[in-house]
Antibody, heavy 124, light 106 residues
Framework: QVQLVQSGGGVVQPGRSLRLSCQASGFIFSGHAMHWVRRAPGKGLEWVAIISKDGRYKYYASSVRGRFSFSRDDSENRVFLQMDRLNTEDTATYYC?????????????????WGQGALVIVSS | SYDLTQPVSVSVALGQTARIPCEGNNIGGRTVHWYQQRAGQAPVSVIYRDTNRPFGISERFSGFNSGNTATLTINRVQGGDEADYYCQVYDSSTWVFGGGTKLTVL
């Protein structure tokens, strides 16, 4: 069955870095684009970034562009979110999510499976 | 940027019908997805491409999209439907979520 298992959350000081990992299994990983989505305490879901299935295309929310970097390793069936220059507004639970193949384009396809989430707390 | 507006909360009696709107400029011309997030859990897709139910999602869930409003409808609401619900679309290299609606079952 499809599984996305996340790791790498924790407490970090403002200005520091953290890397999240998402291990995929149960499907052909190289055939799917992937997203990161976060939810801050008391807030709603916020899209963070997407990477295409071949890793060539990456898009970021304006709130993280230039500070976060999305990568994938198809040999290990993993995606990573490198988060630099973290600030308190980045405190959230971060989810990786798979893009479905239910659409002609990954732009308009839904996020059909989600990881369990990783809590990131940015605090001094 | 493209904005999606949802009511903060919707309350419905057990066994009745809940309707959750998602408003956006000409949203009927876009593809809308809906997600359910129960407390302490990861989101789950409940409707994709406006009207389609993923495998394993109850037929009590349905979606409609036209004009400036997309709507998620939940028939015969159960206690387990209490959750936050989000609509989502794509717009100009960004993926946009509505603010979310908390469904309370009375």
């Amino acid at each position: 069955q499809v599984q996305l298992v996340q790791s790498g959350g924790g407490v970090v000081q403002p200005g520091r870095s953290l890397r999240l990992s998402c291990q995929a299994s149960g499907f052909i990983f190289s055939g799917h684009a992937m997203h990161w989505v976060r939810r801050a305490p008391g807030k709603g879901l916020e899209w963070v970034a997407i990477i295409s299935k071949d890793g060539r295309y990456k898009y970021y929310a304006s709130s993280v562009r230039g500070r976060f970097s999305f990568s994938r390793d198809d040999s290990e069936n993993r995606v990573f979110l490198q988060m630099d220059r973290l600030n308190t507004e980045d405190t959230a639970t971060y989810y990786c999510a798979r893009v479905s193949l239910n659409s002609a384009s990954y732009y308009t396809a839904e996020l059909d499976f989600w990881g369990q989430g990783a809590l990131v707390i940015v605090s001094s | 940027s493209y904005d999606l507006t949802q009511p903060v909360s919707v309350s419905v009696a057990l066994g009745q019908t809940a309707r959750i709107p998602c408003e956006g400029n000409n949203i009927g011309g876009r593809t809308v997805h809906w997600y359910q997030q129960r407390a302490g859990q990861a989101p789950v897709s409940v409707i994709y491409r406006d009207t389609n139910r993923p495998f394993g999602i109850s037929e009590r869930f349905s979606g409609f999209n036209s004009g400036n409003t997309a709507t998620l409808t939940i028939n015969r609401v159960q206690g387990g439907d209490e959750a936050d619900y989000y609509c989502q679309v794509y717009d100009s290299s960004t993926w946009v979520f509505g603010g979310g609606t908390k469904l309370t079952v009375l």
